[in-house]
């Protein structure tokens, strides 16, 4: 919830939040959004699968290298974080449940 949270001070509607924080796939994302958060999935679930291919998929939506190199930053640290509070046992904050 945490994230849905953010979504939405960042200036996202309800639904679009809600339906992020369950399945992206289910929200109303512009294809540019729907093509960064699948790299995201592939890159958190199988990084050793993303290839040049994927990066052409973003280029097609007007990313450049730089953009690129944002985003995988970002989910390196976002994944990074994640793993890091699970290893250690840090629970989730009531209010993100």
């Known amino acids: 919830m945490a994230h849905a949270d953010d979504l939405r001070a960042e ?4 639904k679009t939040a809600t339906h992020a924080a369950d399945d992206f796939r289910k929200a ?5 959004e729907r093509a960064l958060c699948e790299f995201a ?6 990084a050793a699968d ?4 994927d990066l052409e998929a973003l280029r097609a939506q007007g990313l450049d290298d730089a953009a690129i190199s ?3 930053q970002v989910v ?3 994944n990074y974080v994640t793993r890091v509070a ?8 009531p ?3």
């Open 86 to 93: 699970d290893g250690v046992g840090i629970e989730d904050e």
């Open 95 to 97: 209010e993100w449940g």
């Open 70 to 72: 944002d985003a995988i």
């Open 28 to 32: 109303e994302l512009s294809p540019r």
């Open 11 to 14: 200036g996202a509607d309800d």
């Open 41 to 46: 999935v592939k890159l958190t679930a199988r």
């Open 76 to 78: 390196g640290y976002f």
């Open 50 to 53: 993303v290839d040049e291919r």
